[in-house]
């Protein structure tokens, strides 16, 4: 049994499809990126895993548990599933240890004190440790992303959604957020990314998930699916984005 | 022919008719604004010994337009400057004048009814006494109206389709309280509650009943102002916050509202300003307020400057308010263009 089980999902938007009936496994311990066309639903998928989205048809299942479920506790579940969003979505009126430790406090009914040791720890880890008092449109667009990973974190989830977490950084930034990604993924986090980093999507992740139209059109290792797609529309992605950015794929210029 | 060819073709006709000497590039002519000869005219009504100068520059700016246009220019703002300053030079001398002319027309008649100082002297004291229940009454009601103002917001945005039926009643309140005039709730508070032999309501003074009348009245006003400040604050915020397992009460205490509460100063302030000058309708009730004591010393003096005392009071008050008002939300505007 997979860790998280999507069954057959449907999810619109007055009355436009966004999802239509995607089936997915996640494994424990697995990275997987998720790559499309904008609009293909990725960003969708993640707010759905999180409940964040109420579906409109099929299950969600963490633990072998639907988080929609009458006699599941979807406050619980999705405390084992975190997510960062593209925005960072900070809270503007705290200051960053005053992010971190709020859900610890008042969901899992930490002591300050010990909230703050941790809430410290994770800083240290996403090497920020001395922002700590700053409030967050003090910091670079990195900063406040990498805060928000360590937000996060804090709650200790089993699945980290990642949603496009590079996407509003300037190129220059882009990369300290990547290592830290990578190293949570060799500590053997679970992660759901989607990005639009093609090779580095190609250096951490154990598979691959092309989406189009709302659902999976083929998944597999990286180096199948970036380099020798069996998919039409596959191809015709990876071209376009080939095209866009020459090297993304490969990794060198 | 392309469009762009026949554009360019356009731009060399125009270019060939300039005088010699203007240069590579099309130049053209300098035009006096709409806005900026609405000044002139108006300067020149305004203020003639500096409007004429202004609508003189204009004119020769005008002139000037097509010779040498940077002159031009120069001179057309200047002299738009320089009408606007007259207009509002003009302006402030007709105002002092008309100021002037309402308290001196028929022999002063109007400033020896509402300024004599002589019975502002007198009065005074009485309508500063009267004066201390408005104040008594605005600060009570206050602390009740926030309370109950943003319960309601809380109700009216409560998530959730079981909760429909909650936020329609809310709704409801809201709208009727928003639609009635303060002085019928009071009348109907004060004359109504009293009848009613209600437990726990039939007894009060009729200061609480006021308190009571202005509360539900302006909690409505409230609930809408506290449930835009929190529909303000961007969902990306909600949704950080329900991800990390926060339940919606506290995404609201700690998430929406903090961050709410910077939209909402200053036009809760203008409801409060509301509030304080509609504290005087008690007189209707017969309650010794600021205004009553006013009407009774306006009697017993026969002069109606008793009634510039209590308008002193209010101003006293509400400018300061006002200002403090207008403050916040130009600082507001300031922070967030910083912050963009």
Redesign the interface.
């Known amino acids: 049994m997979a860790y998280v089980e999507i069954r057959d999902l449907y999810k619109s938007y007055g009355g436009t499809p966004v999802l239509t009936g995607l089936t997915l496994d996640i494994e424990e311990h697995e990275v997987v990126c998720l790559i499309g066309p904008s609009g293909c639903g990725k960003s969708t998928l993640l707010?759905c895993l999180?409940a964040?989205e109420p579906i409109d048809g099929g299950r969600v299942l963490v633990e072998g548990q639907d988080i929609w479920a009458d006699d599941g506790d979807t406050?619980?579940l999705?405390?084992r599933v975190?997510?960062v969003?593209q925005?960072y979505?900070?809270?503007?009126?705290m200051n960053v240890l005053d992010n971190i430790t709020?859900?610890p406090r008042?969901?899992l009914g930490m002591r300050r004190r010990e909230a703050e040791a941790v809430a410290r720890e994770l800083l240290a880890r996403v090497r920020l440790e001395d922002k700590a008092a700053e409030h967050p449109?003090r910091l670079s667009g990195g900063q406040q992303q990498r805060i928000a990973i360590a937000?996060?974190l804090a709650?200790q989830p089993r699945v980290l959604l990642l949603d496009e977490v590079t996407s509003a950084l300037d190129p220059e930034i882009v990369g300290e957020v990547l290592e830290l990604i990578g190293e949570l993924a060799a500590d053997g986090m679970t992660l759901v990314l989607a990005t639009h980093e093609m090779s580095f999507a190609r250096d951490v992740a154990d598979r691959v998930v092309f989406l189009s139209a709302g659902n999976v059109v083929e998944q597999g290792p990286p180096e199948r699916i970036l380099t020798a797609p069996e998919d039409e529309r596959t191809r015709q992605f990876l071209h376009r984005v080939l095209a866009a950015r020459p090297g993304a794929v490969t990794g060198g210029p | 022919m392309s469009g762009v060819e026949e554009r360019s073709e356009m731009l060399t006709e125009r270019t060939d008719r300039k005088p010699p000497g203007a240069g590579e590039r099309p130049r053209l002519a300098v035009r006096v604004k709409p806005a900026q000869m609405a000044a002139g005219v108006a300067a020149v009504l305004a203020f003639p010994p500096l409007g004429l100068v202004a609508a003189w520059g204009l004119f020769r700016a005008h002139r000037l337009g097509r010779t040498d246009p940077s002159a031009a220019i120069k001179l057309r703002n200047k002299s738009a400057r320089l009408a606007m300053h007259s207009f509002g030079i003009g302006a402030t001398i007709y105002a002092l004048l008309f100021v002037y002319a309402l308290l001196a027309t028929n022999d002063y008649a109007v400033s020896r009814a509402f300024l004599d100082l002589e019975v502002l002297k007198n009065t005074l004291p009485m309508v500063l006494d009267g004066f201390v229940l408005n104040i008594q009454l605005f600060l009570t009601a206050e602390v009740f109206i926030l309370l109950c103002g943003t319960l309601l917001a809380m109700l009216r945005t409560l998530p959730g389709r079981p909760a429909a039926l909650i936020r329609w009643l809310t709704a409801a309140y809201i709208d009727v309280f928003r639609g009635l005039p303060s002085i019928v709730v009071i009348l109907i508070v004060v004359y109504g509650l009293k009848r009613t032999n209600l437990p726990l309501v039939n007894d009060l003074s009729d200061f609480w009943y006021v308190v009571i009348a202005l509360t539900l009245h302006y909690s409505a006003y409230t609930a809408e102002v506290i449930k835009g400040g929190t529909e303000a604050v961007h969902w990306?915020?909600t949704?950080?916050?329900?991800?990390?397992?926060?339940?919606h009460g506290?995404t609201m205490r700690?998430?929406i509202l903090?961050?709410a509460m910077r939209n909402m100063f200053a036009p809760l302030l203008n409801y409060f300003i509301g509030l304080q000058k509609d504290t005087s309708l008690v007189t209707v009730i017969g309650l010794l307020d600021a205004v009553n004591q006013a009407n009774i010393q306006a009697i017993n003096q026969s002069s109606l400057s008793a009634f510039t005392a209590a308008a002193l009071c209010f101003l006293a008050i509400t400018i300061p308010l006002t200002r403090l008002a207008d403050y916040l939300s130009v600082r507001r505007r300031r922070r967030e263009l910083a912050?963009g």
């Open positions: 707010r999180n964040l406050d619980q999705r405390m975190g997510i969003f925005q979505n900070l809270f503007p009126h709020l859900a008042r969901v449109d937000r996060a709650m | 990306s915020q949704a950080a916050s329900r991800s990390l397992g926060l339940s506290q700690f998430v903090p961050q912050r």
